[in-house]
């Protein structure tokens, strides 16, 4: 499959722009830093005693700096979300790039991670250093408090060795909590222990406080290396010096130092404040009351939910994240909007699949099982739904669908729920939009999870066809699972019926159809499911066309 440069820039080139930038800024931070400690004058005699240590040490340091501020902002939904709804001031480019906000916190993750492996190493060194290099000339830039302490009791009987095993700590906890095998099998364990990143940036800011390095204050009246008055005649040769140049050379003061003032909070003040009043600010919102509707048992184990929230909006394509708790109260789970407000409808609903443990705990609460136990039957059983609270809601790249001439939604099964919400704004009649022409792949295992959406997408089906816009929707349904398989023989499905077709789609010629139908333009191909559906279109929106059409891909994530 050759790849085409025009699809590659359109698609990758934004992101591997923006990952060179942060690379160089973070290459250069840490030649800078590396060369000021290792020429500064200021830094003469602790470069003498710790070595390249000293150097590593806070060359890593400030990349940690840069790194630990940056990784914040792309969790700041509220914020990207506002970025993405003013098309005034973000581009469709832009907006495209912030879909890349996941990858970039994690690219920033590692980076902290990377570079705290390579700090705590060179100021292993340094502790080891300052023990074995103890300076009994400049008994101020010690650390140590004599000659061959041990630099365990180094570590521990001071602030920074202290909140730097804490830092550590914290830090090999979030890692190994963030793999993608602990997210899947138990998600309380990455919530709650990415959730220590609050202590981690507290020990973060009184980490710098003990001032372990100090600089020379006095450069000019004590130059690095001048001629002390108790130094002796054997350190006078070792530095062969003429002896005409001995009174020229000689300090008129002994050497000052004094720590570093802390650093580390100018980087990450501002951010974290940003951060923290986005916070805020999700959480006042998300404390208004949300009323449950109706419950909706669907087949293949999957719930609808309506709900009702005061002065809620939301756009076709966004997310909501869900908290009850009855289930957990710290835990919280983002889901793709199907429905959104509208000015004759403000309720809004979800579809969720039960899958793992909140969601069955959650789906029993919804929906209980009818009590056996009972000697007299109710006339009136009243429903009691568990207290529920919503934020969001927050952007996706699906809300682009609207914004190209022609989109390709495809989805994998529950996959399909943020196009569910497009079919939904276009039942509705929502105008203002650019989109002429949709095509809609859906595939499933099961031909009973067509039964999610049949009524809607035959709607849909039905609105068009009375507009005389029969092209305007192209829709394919695949049903993977050959097994016992039955069709949609109600009447009311017909049209859904005539465009089911059995096993997967073959991708390749279906770009190739769609290329050939709309020459020389940009179609937005939007896709949320399986990883390998998500694979096999990303290349195939990279591959050259001959018909000259440039796809580009968006694939749905949550932040």
Known sequence: ?????????????????????????????????????????????????????????????????????????????????????????S??????????????????????????????????VNVVNFSVSYSDDFPALNLARYRGEDPKLIILTTIPGVTGVLL????????????????????????????LFIIFYIILMVHMVGGALKYQTNIETHPPGCLRANQSGTEQQGEELEQGEDEERRCRE?????????????????????????????????????????????????????????????????????????????????FTLTTCPTQNKETFGIHLRVVGDWTDRFTQLLLPEPRTDLEILPMVQQRRYPKLYVDGPFGSPSEEVFN?????????????????????????????????????????????SFYWFAELLCAVHHKLWQENRPDYFNLKLYVSNTDSLQSMSEEKYRPLTSRLLVGRPRWKLLFDEIGKTNKHKRVGVFCCGPKGISRTLHRLCNSTRSSGTTFEFNKESFS
């Open 91 to 124: 581009s469709r480019k832009t907006r495209r790039l912030l879909d890349k906000s996941k990858t970039f916190h994690v690219a920033c993750g590692v980076a902290i991670c990377i570079f705290s492996v390579v700090h705590v190493s060179a100021h292993l």
């Open 1 to 89: 499959m050759v790849v085409s440069v025009r699809s590659w820039v359109a698609n990758e080139g934004g992101k591997h722009l923006i990952l060179m930038l942060w690379l160089g800024v973070n290459t250069w931070l840490f030649i800078k830093t590396y060369l000021m400690y290792s020429t500064g004058q200021q830094y003469h005699y602790l470069y003498k005693m710790l070595g390249l240590g000293l150097c590593i040490s806070r060359a890593s340091a400030s990349v940690l700096n840069l790194n630990c501020s940056l990784v914040l902002l792309p969790m700041c939904r509220s914020l990207l979300t506002f970025v993405r709804g003013t098309h005034t001031v």
């Open 254 to 334: 002994e050497a000052h130092f004094q720590p570093h003032y802390p650093q580390t909070w100018l980087w990450v003040s501002g951010p974290l404040c940003l951060y923290c009043a986005e916070r805020f600010y999700r959480y006042i919102r998300s404390c208004d009351p949300v009323t449950i509707v109706t419950v909706i048992r669907h087949p293949c184990n999957v719930i609808e939910l309506r709900m009702l929230k005061k002065n809620f909006k939301a756009r076709p394509g966004q997310y909501i994240v869900l908290n009850c708790p009855g289930v957990s109260s710290f835990e919280n789970h983002p």
């Open 168 to 195: 550590v700590l914290i830090l090999f906890l979030m890692f190994t909590s963030s793999s993608h095998c602990v997210r899947v099998s138990n998600y309380e364990i990455f919530w709650y222990t990415h959730n």
């Open 404 to 448: 190209y001439d022609v989109s390709v939604c495809v989805a994998g099964g529950i996959g399909v729920t943020p196009f569910a919400c497009i079919l939904h704004a276009l039942l509705d009649g929502w105008t203002g939009f650019r989109l002429q022409r949709l095509y809609f792949v859906w595939v499933c295992r099961e031909l009973q």
